[in-house]
C-alpha cells in the first residue's frame, strides 16, 4: 500500500471525505474548510470530476452516453491526475491542509462495481499517496435517497447507475447501485482506516465530531502561513 | 469481327490479368487472439474475427504514405478495411489537442487522457469492426503511447498495467528511420519540426533541432526495450517507399493466406 503523504515527508496533510451520494459528505467538508480558515490555516479543497480540461469531455461523454466502464474509469484517473499533479501535490509541498472531496477509493468503489477489474483500478492510482486522514460518511440508502431527492427532485442517470442496466426504474436502479457501491467502501474501511462518521444525524452534530478528530489528529499551528502571528 | 480479332491480338502481345483468377477472394484464416491484460469487460476475443495490423512509427517514417498505399492494395484485393489512429475518439480528442496546445497537462495526466483516447476507439471502432471480421489498420497503437511515457519517466510496470485493456494485434510493424534521415523527411514535408515531436516538453534542447534528435533516439530505444516484450516487427524505414511497401505486402499477404505472419 502506499504511503501517506505525512509518511512521504510532504510538509502538507490531505483529508479526503467519502461516502455514497446523499451521505452529506459534500455539506461536512464545506463546513470543515469554513473553520479551518477561521483557525487561519492554509486550506484547498479539491473536487472530484472539476479539472478545467477534462470536465467537458466528461460532461459530452455523459450526455452523449458514449461512456463505457473502462473509459468513464479513465477519464476520472485523467481528471484526478490533472488535480493531483497540478495542485495537491504542490500546495502539499508548500505546507498547506489539503481537503478532498472524494479521492481515490471513489474511483476504487465505482469502476468496481462497474466490472473493472479491482487490481487495474488501483494499479492506475498507484501513483498517488494516500490521505493522511479519511472520513467515511455512512448512510443507510433511504437517508441518501431522500437528501438527493429534496435538493434537486431527480436522479442523475450516472448515479443512478442506470448504466449498468439494474433496473428499469431508475429508483430501483439507484437502490441496487448505491448499495453496491456501499459494500465496496465498507470492504475497503478497515484496510485504509477510513474513520466512519454516523450521517444519520444532524450536521452540526457530525460537524463538531469532525472537527473533534481533525484537532487531535492534526497541529493546526503548522499548517499557518508562516511568518504571520494570529 | 474484325475488331474482336484485333483485340485479341493486342491481349496477346501485351497480356492482360485474367480477371477469373481474381474473383475468388480468400477468406484470411482465424487464428487465436488475446488481450494483453484483463482486456474490455464482457468482450470474448475468440468473437474477433477480422485482422489487426499496427503501423508504428515517428511523424516522417512514411507511415501514413505505406498505410495509404496498404488500404488501397489490400481493398483492391477484396478486404474490407477500417482505419484507426491517435487521437481520433469522439470522446476527447477536441480536449486532447487544445490541451497539446496549451501545454499545461503534466505527464501522468497526459498519459491517461492518451488512454481514454485509445480505449474509446477500441471500444467504439476497433473491437466492433473486428467482430464484424473486417481488418483494422492502425496508424500507431499503444507503442508509440508508451515510448513517449517512458521518454518522460512513466513506469514501465504501471503501462503495462493500463494497456492490459489493449487486443494483441496480428501484426505490428515499426518502421525505424534514423533520427537524421527523419529530420530530413520532416523538413522536406513542412520545413518546420513539431513541438511534441521534437520532445521540447522535455527540455532537453533550448535548439529544437538538437532536441528532435535527441528525442527521437530516445524514443527509438524505447521502442527497441518495447520490442522485447511486444515483439513487434522492426522494419527498416531509411529505405525507399517502394522497398518498404513491398516488405510490408510480403508480410502482410502471409497473415492473408496462413492467419499470421510466421
Known amino acids: 500500500m502506499n504511503a501517506t503523504f505525512g509518511e512521504a515527508g510532504f510538509p502538507g496533510r490531505l483529508i479526503a471525505v467519502e461516502g455514497i451520494d446523499g451521505s452529506g459528505k459534500s455539506t461536512q467538508v464545506r463546513l470543515l474548510r469554513k473553520w479551518l480558515e477561521r483557525q487561519g490555516a492554509r486550506v ?30 479513465l477519464i476520472h484517473a485523467t481528471d484526478f491526475a490533472d488535480r493531483y499533479e497540478r495542485h495537491l501535490v504542490p500546495l502539499l509541498k508548500a505546507g498547506y491542509l489539503v481537503l478532498c472531496d472524494r479521492y481515490v477509493f471513489t474511483a476504487f468503489a465505482r469502476d468496481v462495481v ?50 449498468l442496466r439494474l433496473s428499469n426504474d431508475i429508483y430501483e436502479s439507484y437502490r441496487i447501485f448505491q448499495g453496491r457501491l456501499l459494500e ?47 | 469481327m474484325s475488331r474482336t480479332a484485333h483485340k485479341s ?10 480477371a477469373s483468377k481474381e474473383v475468388s477472394v480468400p477468406l484470411p484464416p482465424p487464428t487465436p487472439k488475446r ?23 515517428a511523424d516522417g517514417s512514411g507511415r501514413s504514405t505505406q498505410i495509404a498505399r496498404l488500404v488501397s492494395w489490400l481493398e483492391g484485393e477484396g478486404h474490407p478495411i477500417v482505419q484507426v489512429g491517435l487521437k481520433r475518439s469522439t470522446l476527447v480528442s477536441p480536449e486532447l489537442e487544445q490541451a497539446k496546445k496549451g501545454n499545461i497537462l503534466s505527464r501522468t495526466t497526459l498519459s491517461l487522457f492518451y488512454a481514454t483516447d485509445f480505449a474509446d476507439q477500441l471500444e467504439n ?38 494497456y492490459g485493456i489493449a487486443l494483441e494485434p496480428d501484426a505490428v510493424f515499426y518502421l525505424q528511420v534514423s533520427p537524421e534521415i527523419l529530420v530530413q523527411r ?42 522485447k516484450t511486444y515483439r513487434f516487427t522492426i522494419v527498416n524505414g531509411d529505405r525507399s517507399a517502394e522497398e518498404i511497401n513491398r516488405e510490408l505486402r510480403a508480410r502482410i499477404g502471409k497473415i492473408l493466406l496462413r492467419g499470421k505472419q510466421d
Open chain 2, 9 to 18: 491480338k493486342r491481349t496477346r502481345s501485351k497480356p492482360r490479368r485474367d
Open chain 2, 186 to 227: 520532416n523538413f522536406m514535408k513542412n520545413q518546420a519540426l513539431d513541438y511534441w515531436e521534437s520532445g521540447m516538453d522535455l527540455g532537453l534542447s533550448r535548439d529544437m533541432f538538437e532536441s528532435f534528435k535527441l528525442y527521437q533516439a530516445r524514443i527509438i530505444e524505447k521502442f527497441q526495450l518495447l520490442q
Open chain 1, 44 to 73: 484547498y479543497l479539491s473536487e472530484w470530476n472539476s479539472s478545467e480540461i477534462v470536465k467537458s469531455a466528461t460532461k459530452r461523454g455523459k450526455e452523449s452516453n458514449l461512456l463505457t466502464p473502462t473509459t468513464f474509469s
Open chain 2, 125 to 162: 471502432v476497433i473491437l466492433p469492426a473486428l467482430k464484424a471480421g473486417f481488418m483494422v489498420l492502425a496508424d500507431r497503437y499503444i507503442y508509440t503511447l508508451m515510448a513517449r511515457d517512458l521518454v518522460r519517466g512513466m513506469d514501465l510496470k504501471w503501462l503495462k498495467n493500463l
Open chain 1, 114 to 163: 462497474r466490472g473493472c477489474p479491482l487490481s487495474w483500478v488501483r494499479k492506475i492510482y498507484g501513483f498517488a499517496h494516500l490521505p493522511d486522514l479519511t472520513f467515511f460518511f455512512r448512510t443507510s440508502l433511504e437517508v441518501s435517497l431522500r437528501r438527493i431527492l429534496d435538493g434537486r427532485q431527480k436522479l442523475k442517470y450516472f448515479e443512478a447507475g442506470m448504466d
Open chain 2, 35 to 57: 488481450f494483453y491484460g484483463h482486456g474490455i469487460p464482457g468482450v470474448d476475443p475468440a468473437s474477433l474475427a477480422g485482422k489487426l495490423i499496427v503501423v508504428e512509427g
Open chain 1, 184 to 230: 465496496q467502501y465498507l470492504a475497503m474501511s478497515g484496510e485504509f482506516g477510513f474513520r466512519v462518521i454516523d450521517a444519520n444525524r444532524p450536521v452540526e452534530v457530525q460537524q463538531s465530531e469532525v472537527r473533534k478528530i481533525v484537532v487531535d489528529q492534526f497541529d493546526l499551528e503548522n499548517y499557518r502561513m508562516p511568518g504571520l502571528s494570529l
